[in-house]
């Protein structure tokens, strides 16, 4: 799924912000300073992050400033004076400007409630890191402005932020990234009206436990905290932890509710009841972000399967859907046309029997390599054991599937058919493996043609090479024209093909000049070939116009040895060729 667009705060906005900031901590200030020092219950910071969180980093500057000035006006107002203003409105701004940072680094997607993972970094960032920091500074400038000594007040500064960020911010980043609207849209009616009642049978609850219960019943809100986060999802949690800090919070404040019979200050009440807010919160909310991760998942894969149904059912290829054992657990409905079988009689038997003898070990072998790499793609041509029509080579391509686990449970293949490509790709091999002039080998087949047969001659074949060149060619060109020269070459060939065996392979190396490779022949057989081959063109090549040229060859003959490599023999064949032009031409010399 994509990421939730993050905002951008118009000026007026960021205006805004700044005024509520400054209602909420001058709120704070007023109604949680029990002690003169710091305020107990501190939501601002709250706001703040959750702005930062939802919008684009080039307009926090911006914000910042007007937070910082809101900072700075309430501690002056109503706090611990002008002397604390500007430094408390820094260690205020540098809170949420950590918890800001590091969520935007460690949490790419932006769904800080989106997920356990994101939450958890969240929640890290802010009570490990941020508050941690920030507190020990508050402390600082608290310790020395009022009477509340260093440790005092940085519990009260953690406790209060700490609490205040965890109970508030989760869920003013859901409303600021546009969440309620999309439940509301999303969910139907039904459900709407289950979450009112529900949430209003919460609120009724508290409402009994902090003002009327006649015994200590805090632990009975938990149940409904889960049940909510289940039918609900990560809202109903969300306003679940506000009714109840809203309504246990005003009854705690105002001296009534269970804590009312703990002999402690009204602080210490106050911070013991944002525990059991936090604790309400990590009971609550992570399980709604875990079920919303996985009902997105869920969503997912339903799309996912819905493509994979829609492209199987409608595609000409084969798609396949193997376990680890090789067995096919599913087959498109393309199966029957492609290879003539029903796909539900497909389904159990062996992949390896859709494939011919001879290729299935590279099948198998690339169904084990997409085990192995889940993350990689493997392909593999094969040519199919049966087809319904004209099929004869397919490719498969082929990835693992995994469970929760990231472990392989089995792989999807596609398999399509290449048969023309396979036709196209040979006649291609054959076109570039043929003279187009003479018909004869290419270079570069007739070369490796040579290098196949000096390896056969390593396990004790005896072959040789004959490279010839025809005596005088120039001057048939300079006579008669390029015309009749490429009308000689062709001639020259296919007089020589009727006296070398099927075995045997002629190849043109370029120009005039030929090479002929003569299999499971030695020195002396092959000397009698190529006189055999010269008497072949005793008798003159008639070109068009009725001209009659005679044409010899030049020759080089040398026995291949498996301990030579290519380049040696052909040269040794060449200085045969040399010498036999250099000794009057129309002759045969063998290598020394």
Request: with cysteine.
């Amino acid at each position: 799924m994509l990421r939730p667009a993050l905002r951008h705060p118009s000026l007026l906005a960021s205006i805004a912000t700044g005024c509520v900031y400054f209602v909420a901590a001058s709120a704070a200030l007023l109604l949680s300073r029990f002690e003169g020092g710091l305020a107990f219950i501190w939501v601002a910071n709250a706001f703040l992050m959750a702005e930062l969180l939802t919008s684009r980093t080039s307009y926090w500057p911006r914000t910042l400033m007007v937070c910082a000035v809101a900072s700075a006006a309430a501690t002056a107002l109503f706090g611990m004076g002008l002397m604390a203003a500007a430094p408390m409105a820094v260690i205020n701004i540098l809170e949420s400007l950590i918890v800001a940072l590091l969520c935007r680094r460690f949490v790419p997607d932006h769904r800080v409630t989106g997920s356990i993972r994101s939450l958890a970094i969240f929640i890290l960032a802010l009570t490990a890191v941020a508050d941690t920091v920030t507190g020990l500074l508050a402390a600082g400038v608290a310790a020395s402005l009022t009477p509340v000594p260093f440790a005092a007040s940085f519990w009260q500064w953690y406790t209060g932020h700490a609490l205040g960020g965890l109970t508030c911010a989760p869920i003013l980043i859901m409303l600021l990234q546009g969440e309620l609207g999309r439940w509301l849209r999303k969910t139907p009616r039904h459900g709407k009206v289950e979450t009112v009642v529900l949430l209003a049978l919460f609120a009724l609850s508290t409402v009994h436990i902090f003002y009327w219960a006649r015994y200590p019943m805090l632990f009975a809100p938990l149940l409904p905290l889960v049940l909510i986060a289940f039918r609900v999802g990560q809202m109903g949690a969300a306003a679940s932890i506000i009714l109840l800090a809203l309504i246990g919070g005003t009854a705690t404040m105002s001296g009534v509710g269970p804590l009312t019979i703990i002999p402690v200050p009204p602080g210490d009440r106050v911070q013991f009841f944002q525990f059991y807010v936090a604790l309400s919160f990590l009971l609550s909310m992570p399980i709604a972000a875990e079920l919303h991760a996985r009902r997105r998942l869920f969503r997912m894969l339903e799309e996912s399967e819905t493509r994979f149904r829609a492209i199987a059912e409608h595609s000409g290829d084969i798609v396949l859907n193997i376990s680890v054992a090789g067995l096919i657990e599913y087959a498109s409905p393309s199966a029957h046309e492609q290879i003539g079988c029903a796909p539900e009689l497909l389904v159990g038997q062996s992949a390896a029997n859709l494939v011919d003898p001879q290729d299935r070990a590279v099948v198998i072998a690339a169904h084990r390599r997409a085990l192995i790499q889940p993350g990689s793609i493997h392909k593999v041509e094969f040519r199919p054991l049966v087809s319904a029509g004209d099929l004869d080579w397919c490719e498969m391509v082929t990835r693992a599937v995994v469970d929760e686990h990231g472990e392989p449970n089995g792989v999807v293949s596609t398999i399509r058919d290449i048969s023309r490509h396979k036709a196209r790709q040979r006649a291609l091999q054959q076109v570039a493996a043929r003279d187009s002039l003479t018909g004869a080998d290419s270079r570069r087949a007739f070369l490796d043609k040579l290098d196949a047969e000096i390896q056969r001659t390593r396990i004790g074949a005896r072959s040789s090479l004959l490279l010839i060149d025809i005596d005088y060619f120039k001057a048939v060109n300079d006579r008669f024209g390029h015309g009749a020269g490429d009308q000689v070459l062709s001639a020259f060939v296919a007089r020589l093909r009727p006296g070398l065996r099927g075995v045997d392979s002629i190849g043109r190396l370029g120009g005039e000049e030929f090479a002929i490779l003569l299999a499971d022949s030695d020195i002396d057989r092959s000397s009698l070939v190529c006189e055999r081959l010269r008497i072949l063109l005793e008798e003159p090549i008639t070109v068009g116009g009725g001209q009659a040229i005679r044409v010899t060859f030049s020759a080089g003959l040398v026995e291949l040895k498996g301990d030579a490599d290519r380049s040696v023999l052909l040269e040794a064949a060449d200085k045969a060729l040399y010498r036999a032009k250099h000794s009057g031409r129309n002759c045969l010399r063998l290598a020394a």
